[in-house]
Nanobody, 118 residues
Framework: QVNLVESGGGFVHPGGSLNLSCEDV????????MGWYRQRPGGQREWIGD??????HYGHAVKGRFTISRDTTKSAVYLKMTGLESDDTAVYYC?????????????WGVGTQVTVSS
């Protein structure tokens, strides 16, 4: 059973950087896609970006500041965040999908808190 576990969240000052990691520790599945969402306080979940096979995609809010990479040998995905702003404060969720077909739904991690504040 898929079990996505995020790590690396924490507190950082504006302008700082933070690296998040996520790994499936529950199954031996391979994933077509792994990526990230976030949910700001009081807001809805927002797609940050993902990597499909080895092709990354980004949302407008983070393009140029965040970088997604993956290690397919261990079903892991990483989020390198730079130039962090207070608006980046959110719970960050890792997601994965085994295949492109919609019948293969999204798997979600439990999230990790990122707080950007002076």
């Amino acid at each position: 059973q898929v079990n996505l576990v995020e790590s690396g969240g924490g507190f950082v000052h504006p302008g700082g950087s933070l690296n998040l990691s996520c790994e499936d520790v529950g199954s031996s599945f391979t994933f077509w896609m792994m990526g990230w969402y976030r949910q700001r306080p009081g807001g809805q979940r927002e797609w940050i970006g993902d990597i499909r096979d080895n092709d990354p995609h980004y949302g407008h809010a983070v393009k140029g500041r965040f970088t997604i990479s993956r290690d397919t040998t261990k079903s892991a995905v990483y989020l390198k965040m730079t130039g962090l702003e207070s608006d980046d404060t959110a719970v960050y969720y890792c997601v994965s999908r085994r295949k492109p077909e919609p019948s293969f739904g999204l798997h979600w991690g439990v999230g990790t808190q990122v707080t950007v504040s002076s």
